[in-house]
Structures are given as C-alpha cells and as structure tokens.
C-alpha cells in the first residue's frame, strides 16, 4: 500500500470543489493533498489556497 496522499489540482472551487473535495483532503490529508488551484473567484480561490496552504506559485486567478 502506497504511503503518500494523491496530490490534486482543483479546477474550479465553487461548491463541489471546496465542499466536497476540499473537505475530503482536509478531513483525510493522509488520502488527498490538493497542490494547485485554478479559479476566477478571488473570495473562492484565496480560500481554497489558504485552507489547504497552497503556495502562491500554485494559484491560477485568470479565467481559464
């Protein structure tokens, strides 16, 4: 068995993306580690990014 969590980039933090998978990677960091954002939603995107500390190299605003 693998000992390292999935490593995720989220496209799109609107309520599937951070509700449910956000939540999932925060409860089970173990299972799923989110790396990358890509979201146009300044509020959505800078809470994402900090709840899962994503560094800022990682964070795309722009629309995509």
């Known amino acids: 068995m693998n000992d390292k969590p999935i490593t995720a980039i989220l ?18 960091p173990d299972r799923l580690k989110f790396v990358a954002i890509a979201e146009p939603d300044s509020k959505k995107r800078e809470l994402f990014q900090k709840e899962h500390n994503i560094p800022d190299s990682n964070v795309i605003g722009r629309s995509f």
């Open 11 to 28: 496209i799109g933090a609107g309520w599937r993306g951070r509700v449910t998978y956000g939540s999932y990677g925060l409860k089970y």
